[in-house]
T-cell receptor
Framework: AQSVSQHNHHVILSEAASLELGCNYS??????LFWYVQYPGQHLQLLLK??????LVKGIKGFEAEFIKSKFSFNLRKPSVQWSDTAEYFC???????????FGTGTRLQVTL | GAVVSQHPSWVICKSGTSVKIECRSL??????MFWYRQFPKQSLMLMAT?????????EQGVEKDKFLINHASLTLSTLTVTSAHPEDSSFYIC??????????????FGPGTRLTVT
């Protein structure tokens, strides 16, 4: 069965620091990959997604992610975080085999001023 | 963009009673909707997949008689928590897939419903 691992459970950064959140999945076939963000008290929002093509995907609010097939990874990056980026970040994978989204455990990002 | 609404956003009920949560796709049709449960500081756990006009598919370990799902139209799915108990207190989130999206897979999420059972 497919699974998603997010190794960073809680990350604390100062404003303007660079961010990289890890995401690894286990599935050998074709995958669709997603990063979602959940701001405090708000619903899940799509940050970016990868279906095919260019493995470097740009999303909203300056986020990007790189799909590295050989490493089964889809890490999320942002060059300079802002206090407003404080939120929970979830990586998710969809495969046609499972026909459902499988979420990672999430990473709580706390950005300090 | 596609919007999914949930009602109510917050509900408190007494142990033993039933609670119904509605999920609506506001500007698109959804043949498939999903119900998730999220515990504090944890990830989303898929409870069931709801298909319009047919029975829901429940994930392993989810009691289908306790969590009744109805997807009677292309824009509405309901989750009824029957005979609720304090351990059912949680954040319930629905999600809908745009039927017109074709080969592009994307789910849109509702704002969630906080259920507290006393």
């Amino acid at each position: 069965a497919q699974s998603v691992s997010q190794h960073n459970h809680h990350v604390i950064l100062s404003e303007a620091a660079s961010l990289e959140l890890g995401c690894n999945y286990s599935y050998g076939g074709t995958v669709n990959l997603f990063w979602y963000v959940q701001y405090p008290g708000q619903h899940l929002q799509l940050l970016l997604k990868y279906f095919s093509g260019d493995p470097l995907v740009k999303g909203i609010k300056g986020f990007e992610a790189e799909f590295i097939k050989s490493k089964f990874s889809f890490n999320l990056r942002k060059p300079s975080v802002q206090w407003s980026d404080t939120a929970e970040y979830f990586c998710a994978v969809y495969t046609g085999t499972a026909s459902k989204l499988t979420f990672g455990t999430g990473t709580r990002l706390q950005v300090t001023l | 963009g596609a919007v999914v609404s949930q009602h109510p956003s917050w509900v408190i009920c007494k142990s033993g009673t039933s609670v119904k949560i509605e999920c609506r796709s506001l500007d698109f049709q959804a043949t498939t909707m999903f119900w998730y449960r999220q515990f504090p500081k944890q990830s989303l756990m898929l409870m069931a997949t709801s298909n319009e006009g047919s029975k829901a598919t429940y994930e392993q370990g989810v009691e289908k008689d306790k969590f009744l799902i109805n997807h009677a139209s292309l824009t509405l799915s309901t989750l009824t928590v029957t005979s609720a108990h304090p351990e059912d207190s949680s954040f319930y989130i629905c999600s809908a897939r745009d039927s017109a999206a074709g080969g592009v897979y994307e789910q849109y999420f509702g704002p969630g419903t906080r259920l507290t059972v006393t």
